[in-house]
C-alpha cells in the first residue's frame, strides 16, 4: 500500500490544539478524518515530520549482487554486459554501472602504455637516473626532440578497462613502429621551441641530418644557452655512424639517453596536450592538409612557461625512475 498523503500545515496546527485540549489520537483520528497512523507519526515527532526523504523504489540489485558485480568487473577486458552475463545480476546494464561505480573503488579508464622492456633496458634507465639525478637547472640547456605520427581518425587505438583504484594501474606493450598519416618533429627546451616540421617519406640518416641542419642549428642556442645539449632517442638513424660523425662536425653535443624511456622525455606530454587539442571532441580529418593545419596550429599555441615547468620535471622523473628500480613511472 502506498504512503497516504501527508499532514497539511493547517491540519497539523488543528491537531496541535485538539491534542492541547486533552482529546486523544483516536478522538483527534475521528475528528480529523485521519489515520490514527498519521496522527501517532506527528505527534511523535514534530520537528521532523514531513521533512524525511521518501526511501523510493527498493533496489533492485542485493548486497550479494553487487559483491559479484565488483569481483567480476576485476578481470581483464571484459565489458559490463559480460560482466552481468558472468554474475547473473538483474537489471539493465546500466543498473550494473551505477553498482559498480558507487563502490568508490573502481574507475573505466584507458590502459597505460609501457614499452616491451628487458633485464638491460631497465638497467640502462636506472644508470641514467642515478647520473642525472643531481641535475636542476642544468636541465634548461637540454633541447629535447622527438618524432610524433598523427593519424587521419585520430589518436592511435587505447584498450579501456575498469580499473580498481587500490590496484596498480594495468599496462600493456606499445611497439615503436606503426604506420601514420602525417609524421612530424619538433623539439623545444627552456627558451622556446623548434619549428614543427612535417616528415615527406620515409626518413634515413641523410634526410634526418638534413632537417636537423634546417630547424636543430639555426634555435639551438637561443633554446638551449651557449652550451646547449642535444637529446634524441636511438632510432637507427639518430645514431647511425653518419649522423655521429655530422653532429661532431656540426658541434652538437648529445645526451646519452636510455632506449625505450619515452616517459622520461618531456616532449611527450607537449604531444598528449596536442592530441587533446587537434582531436578535440572526436574530431576526425579527411584530409591530411587539415590535419596538417591543426597540428601546426596546436605546437604553436603551446605557451613558452609550459616548456619551463616540463623541464623542471626531470628531477622528479629520475627520482621516480630510481625508486621503481627503472621501471614504469607515471610520466
Known sequence: MGRGKQLTAYE????????????????????????????????????????????????????RNKRALKKEIRKEGVSIREVMTATGVPGSRWTSWRAVKATGNVEYCKGQRKPAWKPHHLLARLQFATSYITWTNEWDKVVFSDEKKWNLDGPDGSQYYWHDLRDDPRWFTKRAQGAGSIMTWAGFGANG????????????????????????????????GPEWIFQQDNAPIHVSRSSVQWMQNNGVGTIKWPALSPDLNPIENLWGIMVREVYANGKQYHHVNDLKNAIIAAWNSIPAHLCRKLLRSMHTRCIAVMKNNGGVTKY
Do not use: F
Open 12 to 63: 497539523r496546527g488543528k491537531i496541535d490544539g485538539l491534542s492541547a485540549a486533552g482529546m486523544s489520537n483516536r478522538q483527534i483520528s475521528a475528528t480529523m478524518t485521519r489515520s490514527p497512523k498519521v496522527i501517532n507519526n506527528y505527534l511523535r515527532d514534530k520537528d521532523t515530520y514531513g521533512k524525511k526523504k521518501s526511501p523510493g523504489r527498493p533496489q533492485l540489485l542485493t548486497d
Open 193 to 224: 621551441k623548434t619549428e614543427l616540421k612535417i616528415i615527406q617519406g620515409r626518413m634515413n640518416s641523410t634526410a634526418y641530418q638534413e632537417l636537423l641542419a634546417d630547424a636543430l642549428l639555426p634555435c639551438g642556442a637561443a633554446i638551449g
